[in-house]
């Protein structure tokens, strides 16, 4: 008998839009809630027959489905309710009705005509700030504020990208760290726990140190006695000191020695800081604890101590400049807190600084030590004045779009080292902004003491966000961590200068395919796309675009 064949005809797909059935129903029925109506069995799947020859043997009839019909309707990315859309669109950002404003947290309007955008740009809060009359504050008063300047410096702001490395990490950058005397001395930690040392003086004089820590660096720090030492704290749980010349790493502490048994027992390692007076290192974990390691014995001291809510993650640590038995914490507990190292226990805390959300981050200013920053996950950047007075309340709040750590870096707000009216702060943008088409995210510099946007800087190649900023604490440089690849910012006036005696070089680690149709921010971290136009190892990238208010004010002080 000869072999039978037969053709298998997949059926059709129809899409209709439900935009197109919606419009076609009448006025009455628009009221009434959209309920879909089961179709008879014959009208769901109406059957056809089909003809089929078998080698002249006879006809064959066999049954295919009719065309298949598809509704779509919008659905909402946000609350998942169809009849609308919100989220991202191009550069866009479309709020959910039934959600309150994405950047000021307040129902009533959108984040386009949110008045804390538009008015002033990124709008400041006023707080209730009444002056305590007690001994700190007179000595606060006789003592730090001579220290700084009644009339502001003009500022000058890195707005013009010098150099930089694309994909330099393989995963996203999750901190970054100076050295303390050598200037062109840049190092960076990534998701993966890799260790990168970049001398961006020499471009392509870079290091990665791949077998430190297993997981991600959150945190560096240099010895202060031996500028050659780095700590680093990683969501390992170990500490490490690595000395920069061998490349020869050290475990100071290891807080999973049994290794993984479960998500229930693992400990983390976030926020740390070096206390040079006492000689210890300070590090906290994901379960509201603070661990203190000696740096003369490279051993654990005492016992561990719970600074913030049992089972809460303490992402920051930061001992004051001037006074280092003050330290000061922050975590998912939705608070900053303020100890005393003399006398440090559970419960012991000087000041407890309310948020509304995770603290992301939490510094004293860098000179006097009297100022507080804090940033939250509510898109507020708090400071409070002096901590020698009421500190119930901020001293005022700034409106500041942050708000996303998924596939991210969270977002810091940090000083400006060299600032002597310690005014300035520097911190990425969430939101993006549209500039000639272009979906492009700043780094936003602020004066904290009016609130007011002193500059915007961005680059047409770099597309992806910028969460992990650090400025240098003697040069005029910004480094900025975006997805993979690590940048140097200079003012345009010294990059000028410098690319007359070297040309200005992007150095390209590995392939750099052209990928414009993705977003960074849908991208995971095993994916994410640095400067995607850019092709082969030495390429000059384009014009730097820098917006100012007209409160900026640029120049060299």
Known sequence: ??????????????????????????????????????????????????????????????????????????????????????????????????????????????????????????????????????????????????????????????????????????????????HPTKNNILLSGDKKGQVGVWDYYKTSEKMVYGNIHSCIVNNLRFNPTNDGAVYAASSDGTISCTDMETGISLSLMNLNPDGWQGPNSWRMLYGMDVNSEKGVVLVADNFGFLYMVDMRSNSKSGEAILIHKKGSKVVGLHCNPIQPELLLSCGNDHFARIWDMRRLEAGSSLFDLAHRRVVNSAYFSPLSGSKILTTSQDNRLRIWDSIFGNMDTPSREIVHSHDFNRHLTPFKAEWDPKDPSESLAVIGRYISENYNGSALHPIDFIDISTGQLVAEVMDPNITTISPVNKLHPREDVLASGSSRSIFIWRPKEKSELMEQKDERKIIVCGRAEKKQSRKFRNESDDSDDDMSNLKGKNVKSKKSVTKSTPYSRKGKR
Do not use: W
Not at 148 to 167: E, H, M, S, W
């Open 1 to 178: 008998m000869a072999p039978q064949t037969r053709r298998m005809a997949f059926p059709s797909v129809v899409v209709v839009e439900r935009e197109d059935a919606d419009s076609e129903q009448s006025t009455s029925d628009e009221d009434e809630p959209e309920e879909e109506e089961p179709l008879p069995e014959s009208e769901s799947e109406p059957e056809v027959e089909v003809e089929v020859a078998e080698n002249g043997n006879g006809d064959n009839k066999v049954k295919q489905k009719a065309p298949i019909t598809i509704s779509l309707k919008k659905v909402c990315k946000v609350c998942k309710k169809a009849g609308h859309e919100a989220g991202f669109k191009g550069a866009t950002y479309i709020d959910c009705p039934m959600k309150p404003c994405f950047l000021c947290k307040m129902p009533g309007h959108t984040t386009m005509s949110c008045p804390h955008r538009v008015t002033i740009e990124h709008g400041v809060i006023s707080a209730s700030h009444r002056n305590a009359s007690n001994a700190l504050e007179y000595v606060f008063e006789r003592q730090l504020r001579p220290r700084i300047p009644l009339i502001k410096p003009a500022y000058v702001i890195p707005d013009k990208v010098n150099c930089g490395v694309i994909k330099y990490h393989s995963r996203r950058v999750t901190c970054l760290e100076f």
